[in-house]
């Protein structure tokens, strides 16, 4: 069983940046493949990024040049770096994990989930 918790979510304006941390209570961390999804209010959960072996990371198109995810196996933390944050980054973010090495964009693909943290951005 592995537990995901969240944090560094908050309120900024378009054009900040915001780092999101994900702690993960399990002695497997360097096994699992990572991954932030968002749900903003009336859509669907999306893909943001996802890290797996040797720190390989793909990203959505909507995020890719100016969100970075990151992985510290010695703090069993994985990281989502925002920058250049616009009005429709506004979302619920959840971190997810599965104990595979691969890199997967599906949230059904994901065995475990946070709570989520709200990251708004006002224009």
């Known amino acids: 069983q592995v537990q995901l918790a969240e944090s560094g979510g908050g309120l900024v304006q378009a054009g900040a940046s915001l780092r999101l941390s994900c702690a993960a209570s399990?002695?497997?961390?360097?096994?699992?493949?990572m991954a932030w999804f968002r749900q903003a209010p009336g859509k669907e959960r999306e893909f943001v990024a996802t890290?797996?072996?040797?720190?390989?990371?793909f990203y959505a198109d909507s995020v890719r040049g100016r969100f970075t995810i990151s992985k510290d196996n010695a703090k069993n933390t994985v990281y989502l770096e925002m920058n250049s944050l616009k009005p429709e980054d506004t979302a619920v973010y959840y971190c997810?994990?599965?104990?595979?090495?691969?890199?997967?964009?599906?949230?059904?693909?994901?065995?475990?989930w946070g709570q989520g943290t709200q990251v708004t951005v006002s224009s």
């Open positions: 997810a994990a599965k104990p595979s090495l691969g890199l997967f964009v599906k949230a059904i693909s994901y065995d475990y």
């Open positions: 399990t002695r497997t961390f360097s096994s699992l493949s």
């Open positions: 890290i797996g072996r040797s720190d390989l990371s």
